[in-house]
């Protein structure tokens, strides 16, 4: 039976195009928040000017409204995302933190995984701390961080392909289970009773 690896290149171009991207040129991400953004004002435009016409196309006019001021949010999202981005990742290492911790404090594991869980969550707080109070504005480099970490799983991704296509083009034959049967070289092929 073969298996579909279309679903992992799929999501490994989109990885990799992402984590190109946000690592090497945020001034792109920019533009693509101002080009959506405007083309939802220019909709929104155009919808708040059917329901001046008055009539039926009243009831457009605060959808309208919100469309703008929905584009104009979309399009300042770059510079919030710029400036919290220490923030947003601190809040995020700290949940991941804490769930390290409260899970290596409710298993019973062994005495060295456990211990490993709770430095590894201990550590991942500690950079969420680090992260939340950002004295030294590390955006950029989160930002880096981020494409980076978006091109592994893109590589993972491609390696699955990888692997799914070698085991679709293997010449293996299928696999019949002769379990209770004669080998082949009798002819008679009778049941093992």
Known sequence: MKIDNSNYIFK??????CGILFAFFPGVLSWIFYIIGGIIIVGSIFTVLGGLGGGDGAGLLPGGIVGVLIGFFIMYLP?????????????VLAIVAITQIVKAL???????LKLLQLIFGIILLICSIFLIF???KGGNIIRII??????M???FNYYVAYVINQRNSSNAPDVIDTTGYT??????HKRIE
């Open 12 to 17: 490994g171009i989109i990885l990799t195009v």
């Open 79 to 91: 510079k919030i995302i710029a400036v919290q981005i220490s923030l947003i990742a601190g809040i």
């Open 106 to 112: 409710s298993r019973d594991l062994t005495n060295g």
């Open 134 to 136: 950002n004295p030294f």
């Open 146 to 151: 981020i494409g980076v970490v978006m091109l």
């Open 153 to 155: 799983f893109a590589a």
């Open 183 to 188: 080998s082949p070289d009798n002819n008679d």
